[in-house]
């Protein structure tokens, strides 16, 4: 199983983007042709997280159970996910006994 949230160029683009506006390198005038939105609120979705017991982790150590950042890559085939915060080798899953 592949699953891939974002594609490279869209996470480049979302990286430069969060740049700009940590600079304050923005101005609306930059954006007259995005559309408008009214009556906007924001809801609350899940993201996709990993949780498990952690080995090998460079700030919780071994052997907690954790859950994870929001996961933007992960390969069952390759044993490898990729968090917001770090690359995971994966063990065995809980659901298949497998990676």
């Given at each position: ?89 994966l063990g065995v899953s809980a659901q298949?006994?497998?990676?």
């Amino acid at each position: 199983m592949k699953l891939q949230y974002a594609s490279v160029d869209a996470l480049a683009r979302l990286v430069e983007d969060l740049r700009l506006a940590e600079t304050g390198s923005l101005s609306v005038s930059d954006f007259s042709e995005s559309p408008i939105l009214y009556s906007h609120q924001i809801i609350p979705l899940s993201v996709g997280i990993l949780k498990g017991v952690v080995e090998g982790h460079p700030k919780l150590g071994t052997g907690r159970e954790i859950t994870t950042s929001q996961v933007f890559f992960i390969d069952t085939d390759l044993g490898l996910a990729r968090t917001l915060s770090r690359w995971y080798r994966l063990g065995v899953s809980a659901q298949t006994g497998r990676c």
